[in-house]
């Protein structure tokens, strides 16, 4: 089971910043947040990950709680093109390869 | 770069008749993932290369299911006797790194292959 819990769906005008929540209060200190989107027919999309620290990079930003038991992926200009199933997974670090667990995700839905 | 492919991209099959799902990975990447993804589902892990050989085959369903990576780069799911509930995206990722690292690599997704048994 997916350790991880997201609203089901979230809508957001187009752009202005989407801010997607995830709990994960039983994260384990080795475990790091994953976000992944899934565009409608594609497959799952890298966006980022972290451990501890927020992270930023071209498509998003991570912020993750100082007890890290929940974080928020903010996509800071929202597109139509960002319509998406959005998912946060917790995976092992240190332990190798690990599949990815996915829950339901959240549907965000970019508004015109 | 050209990323993880899959082919065919539809398969439409016979209940009962024999599948197979090919996966090319990311050139350079040792780990091969296979997942499955139901309607309105996220994808569900069914097993793991490590170069040619099967690291975790822990989500395969059944014996009907099983892969193969025989040169450590291109992947096949075979599914015998397939089935109505066996209707499902199988996806495919590719990381580059191998483990033993703190830092677990990314999976990049193919666009999977859809699968309907009728």
């Known amino acids: 089971d997916a350790k991880t819990t997201q609203p089901p769906s979230m809508d957001c005008a187009e752009g202005r910043a989407a801010n997607l929540p995830c709990n994960h209060s039983?994260?384990?200190?080795?475990?790091?947040v994953y976000w992944y989107r899934q565009i409608h027919s594609q497959g799952p999309q890298y966006i980022i990950h972290?451990?501890?620290n927020n992270e930023t990079n071209e498509m998003a930003s991570l912020i993750i709680t100082e007890d890290r038991k929940s974080s928020t992926l903010i996509l800071p200009h929202a597109t139509l093109r960002d319509t998406a199933v959005y998912y946060c997974i917790v995976r092992v670090g240190n332990s190798g390869n690990t599949p990815l667990v996915f829950g339901k995700g959240t549907r965000l839905s970019v508004i015109a | 770069g050209a990323g993880v492919s899959q082919t065919p991209s539809n398969k439409v099959t016979e209940k009962g008749k024999y599948v197979e799902l090919r996966c090319d990975p990311i050139?350079?990447?040792?780990?091969l993932y296979w997942y499955r993804q139901s309607l309105g589902q996220g994808p569900e892990f069914l097993i793991y290369?490590?170069?040619?050989?099967?690291?975790?085959d822990s989500g395969l369903p059944n014996d009907r299911f099983f892969a193969v990576r025989p040169e450590g780069s291109v992947s096949t799911l075979k599914i015998q006797r397939t089935e109505r509930g066996d209707s499902a995206v199988y996806l495919c990722?590719?990381?580059?790194?191998?483990?033993?690292?703190?830092?677990?690599?990314?999976?990049?997704f193919g666009p999977g292959t859809r699968l309907t048994v009728l």
């Open positions: 039983t994260i384990s200190g080795n475990e790091y």
């Open positions: 990722a590719s990381s580059l790194l191998g483990g033993g690292t703190s830092d677990p690599d990314t999976q990049y």
């Open positions: 290369f490590q170069g040619t050989g099967a690291a975790d």
């Open positions: 972290g451990l501890k």
């Open positions: 050139s350079g990447h040792t780990a």
